[in-house]
Each structure stands twice: as C-alpha cells, then as structure tokens.
C-alpha cells in the first residue's frame, strides 16, 4: 500500500495541475463578474491540451519525467505571456509583441533543449512541483467554491440582518399584477442625454406616456454604480442602514452581491406566492440562477464566454487578433448581443406565463460593450475603444446613443407586447440604474425612471428615486405599510464603496 501511494506521489502528474491553475486563478479572481460554470469548458480544454503535449513529449524524449517537465514550461509560459505584456506595455517604447514574442520564442527552445540534456534529471523534481501545483490548483479552486456557494438557501431571509421586511397581503380570491422590473444598465435621464451626449430620446418618452407610463422628469439614483445601487432599490433602504458590515474602510462586496441575489424584494414576494423569473446578465451579482425560472443562452453549445476570451488574452494567442484572423471583441459582443435578444424575444411567454410573478431584467445596454446600432443590426465593440480599451468621450458617446436608439425602440414593442398578452394590467418599471459613464457631480445620478402603475400613476411624483420603488409598489397594491424615504444621493468612490457622501439633486432647490 505504501509502496502504491510512493508511486503515485511522486509520479510527474503536475502537468496536468499546472495546467488548471492558470484557468482557476483568473476564475478565482473574477468569479464576482462570472458564474463559475464558466470555467468548465477551458478548464477541460487546458487539460486535455495539456495532456495532448504531455504524449507529444513522451514520444520525443522517451521519458516520463522529461515530458512533464516540457509539457508544464511550455503551460507557464503560455499562460503567463499575456500578464507579462499587460504589465510592460506601458513602459517600453519598442514593437512589444514582437520582442516579446522573440524573447518566449527563445525561453522555450531553451526550455525543451533543457528538457532533453542527457545529463538534465527530473525526477527528483516531481514530488516538489506535484505538491506546488496541487496546492495552488486547489486554493484557487476553493476560493471559486467559497465564493460561488450561496451564503443562505433560497427559502431564507434576506441576508442584511436590518432589512426591512414585512408581509405582503394579497386580497383573497384576487390575483395580484406580475411585476416586471427593467433595469437599463447606465440609461440617462432625457435633460442629460440631450445636454450632454447630444441624444433626444423625447420620441422614447412620449410613447411610454402614450402607453400610460409616468416617467419622473427628476429622478436620480441613489447611488453611482450597479452593485450599490440594485442592493438599495431590491432591499427598500439605504445601504448604510441595511448592513453594520457596510463601513467606509470595508472593500470588500461579496455580502453586498448576495443582497442583490437574496433581496427583501425577492424573498417578500415570494412569500406572498410570487413566482421569480431571472435572465443571464454577464456579471453574477445580478443573475438570479436560484429563481423558479432562469433564461440564459447554452453555455455550452456557444461562441467564445467572456471569460473565455479573457483566458485567451492571458496568452499568446491574443495576438490572433492582431494579424487579422480572429475578432475578439466581435465574438465577446455576441454573448452581449446573444442576452439582450433573448429577453427582448421572451416578452410574449412571460406575459402568457402563469402568476403572479416577478420578473427580473438587468439589460447590459446602454453599457458598453458597444454591440448594436440604431436599427439592431451588429457593430464590432472594439472600434469604439483604443488598443488598452479605453473609451475617448467622443466614441464613448457615439456607441452609447446607438445602443440607447436601438434598446429605446426595442423597450416600447416589449412592453406593447406585455400589456397585449397579459391577463391583468402587470406593474412594469424600466429604470437606469444610474446615468452614464464619463459623468461628474449630480449627472452621474440622472436616471430613466419610468412607472406603469395601473390606477395609481397619481401617486408618483418628479424626484422619487429607486429606494422607493417598491415600497410605493407594496404599500399600493399588496397591502404593506412602508412610509417613502427621503430621497437622496449617495456619492461611492473606488474601493471604498461604502464610503457615502451625499450630493444633491438639483430639482429638489426649485
């Protein structure tokens, strides 16, 4: 037995390690943006190449400790190319890829000359690298694990011990309105766009009021980025008052995602006999995958992930793009495009879909990436950045009123679709949740905030802002009793989200 186990441990398997650690690490380090399923497909890819090199090299060297040896230089050096380039780009003014091209070039003949010197011996390297990378793999992978499993279960109460929870009444023998909450990623309030990304959206905003919408000329967010802003609005309260844990000195969000995916609004509805209804977003604090109904495009039988890409950019292969024989940011706006469709293209089954419901919708747009015009028809996101990514206010802008033409067109057929097919009048929201990027000072707040309240349109008024949206909802149709708060926001600098301070709304001193 002994004997069995010594063999087994010191047995060159490291490659097949070293070759999972790459793809778990950078999982690892973005898991609040992506589902850990993402990393399924290019973790069995990295393998299975991995393993593919290792039998190459075995048949060269004709020896097992040789072509682990080769085959985890060539891993490292692959996977680390693309960090070495982020880190110098910056600082050197000569033709990077091709130095730096060269000089791996150079490392990995050398590796493979090293690796076949009949003098060289690996083998008592072996035990020592199958303990580093199995470490290594496996921190990573616990860390993806600790951070994917959800802090509660889905019959739990919301997660902020302060949230302010009550039971929702619905009025017996009544079926109470599914309510339908769009939020449009960065969409600007009208005085905004028009004054400052020269976009006149006046023709959006008088067909929703045709269709019965109040739209709140004054309305701000309370907060100046997604996460802060959704766990507020899904929790009915201030973020400072829902949590001890959110203090200015804090960094870290993981608590403030699980808010999003555990809210009061979620958990109160659901009470009360709601069904919840979610869709694929491309950032995992705003995809409810627990929901009874989850929507989301194959991640399997699909185009390149995200995250995907983001792995391929951590290697050589980045520079596919460069010699013209592969579109990364064409085949990362797909999955971009590949969401928002699917929504747009369920409005008839959700309004037919047995209730009461709620249905939760983060539409990625007008966010960038930039991935439609005006008509719908596909644009290539990467000619509306430089090659760091970075967006100039002019392309910024430009994209931004493509997306918000086309999502703004889109948005009126959606909801002509949901009032056509439902049953009974449905509650609809459509809110920014907060305005555009490359914004300073209160415009950073100026949101599209829209209502479609049957029979109680009256009861809103210009200001009210995302905090109040359900407690207006509850306390108007299922019989809650929460008194609106006062409306305000809320600056949150990086890292330090949770370090508030107010700023005003400029509506509230006329």
Request: charge should be negative; aromatic fraction near 12%.
């Given at each position: 037995m002994k004997k069995n186990l010594s063999k087994i441990i010191n047995a060159p398997w490291y490659f097949f390690t070293f070759a999972a650690y790459p793809v778990l690490a950078l999982l690892d380090h973005n898991i609040s943006q992506?589902?850990?399923?993402?990393?399924?497909?290019?973790?069995?890819?990295?393998?299975?190449?991995?393993?593919?090199?290792?039998?190459?090299?075995?048949?060269?060297?004709?020896?097992?400790?040789?072509?682990?040896?080769?085959?985890?230089?060539?891993?490292?050096?692959?996977?680390?190319?693309?960090?070495?380039?982020?880190l110098i780009q910056n600082k050197l003014k000569i033709p990077l890829p091709a130095w730096l091209g060269g000089l791996w070039l150079v490392l990995t003949v050398l590796a493979l000359v090293w690796a076949g010197l009949p003098r060289a011996s690996f083998r008592g390297a072996a035990l020592t690298l199958n303990i580093i990378s199995l470490g290594l793999s496996l921190y990573?992978?616990?860390?993806?694990?600790?951070?994917?499993?959800?802090?509660?279960?889905?019959?739990?109460?919301?997660?902020?011990?302060?949230?302010?929870?009550?039971?929702?009444?619905?009025?017996?023998?009544?079926?109470?309105?599914?309510?339908?909450?769009?939020?449009?990623?960065?969409?600007?309030?009208?005085?905004?766009?028009?004054?400052?990304?020269?976009?006149?959206?006046?023709?959006?905003?008088?067909?929703?009021?045709?269709?019965?919408?109040?739209?709140?000329?004054?309305?701000?967010?309370?907060?100046?980025?997604?996460?802060?802003?959704?766990?507020?609005?899904?929790?009915?309260?201030?973020?400072?008052?829902?949590?001890?844990?959110?203090?200015?000195k804090n960094e870290d969000r993981t608590q403030l995602w699980e808010s999003i995916l555990?809210?009061?609004?979620?958990?109160?509805?659901?009470?009360?006999?709601?069904?919840?209804?979610?869709?694929a977003s491309g950032f995992a604090f705003t995809e409810m995958t627990s929901a009874d109904l989850y929507l989301s495009p194959s991640p399997v039988w699909s185009p390149l992930t995200e995250f995907e890409i983001l792995l391929i950019r951590t290697t050589p292969l980045r520079h596919l793009q460069d010699a013209g024989l592969v579109n990364l940011g064409q085949i990362d706006g797909e999955r971009y495009r590949e969401r928002t469709e699917l929504v747009l293209n369920d409005m008839e089954m959700l309004a037919r879909l047995a209730g009461p419901k709620f249905v939760f919708i983060h539409l990625v747009i007008p966010h960038p990436l930039f991935v439609f015009a005006p008509d719908g028809s596909p644009t290539d996101p990467s000619q509306f950045m430089d090659s760091k990514g970075i967006y100039s206010q002019d392309n910024y802008y430009k994209g931004y009123r493509n997306?918000?033409?086309?999502?703004?067109?889109?948005?009126?057929?959606?909801?002509?679709?949901?009032?056509?097919?439902?049953?009974?009048?449905?509650?609809?929201?459509?809110?920014?949740?907060?305005?555009?990027?490359l914004q300073t000072g209160s415009d950073q707040f100026k949101i599209l905030n829209a209502y479609y309240l049957p029979g109680h349109n009256d009861l809103l008024y210009p200001t009210i802002s995302p905090v109040n949206t359900f407690r207006l909802i509850f306390d108007t149709y299922l019989g809650a009793d929460y008194p609106l708060l006062k409306d305000i926001s809320y600056d949150s600098p990086v890292p330090y989200v949770f370090n508030f301070s107010t700023d005003k709304n400029p509506c509230l001193s006329h």
């Open positions: 992506v589902r850990y399923t993402a990393g399924i497909r290019p973790l069995i890819a990295s393998v299975m190449a991995a393993s593919l090199l290792f039998l190459l090299f075995r048949m060269t060297y004709r020896d097992w400790h040789r072509a682990a040896f080769a085959t985890t230089a060539i891993i490292v050096l692959f996977y680390t190319y693309g960090h070495v380039f982020d990573s992978a616990s860390q993806v694990v600790q951070k994917s499993a959800p802090s509660i279960e889905q019959s739990d109460q919301p997660v902020d011990p302060h949230a302010p929870i009550q039971s929702l009444q619905i009025p017996s023998g009544q079926t109470p309105p599914d309510i339908y909450y769009f939020i449009l990623d960065s969409y600007g309030r009208s005085d905004l766009l028009k004054a400052n990304l020269q976009y006149d959206n006046s023709i959006f905003i008088s067909d929703l009021e045709k269709m019965g919408f109040y739209v709140a000329k004054c309305s701000q967010s309370n907060y100046p980025r997604t996460d802060v802003s959704l766990g507020s609005s899904l929790n009915l309260d201030y973020l400072q008052n829902l949590n001890d844990k959110f203090t200015p555990h809210s009061t609004v979620r958990y109160e509805l659901e009470e009360a006999g709601y069904k919840s209804v979610a869709f997306q918000a033409a086309f999502i703004s067109t889109q948005l009126v057929e959606a909801v002509s679709t949901l009032l056509a097919n439902s049953s009974r009048p449905p509650i609809i929201v459509i809110q920014g949740d907060h305005g555009p990027w």
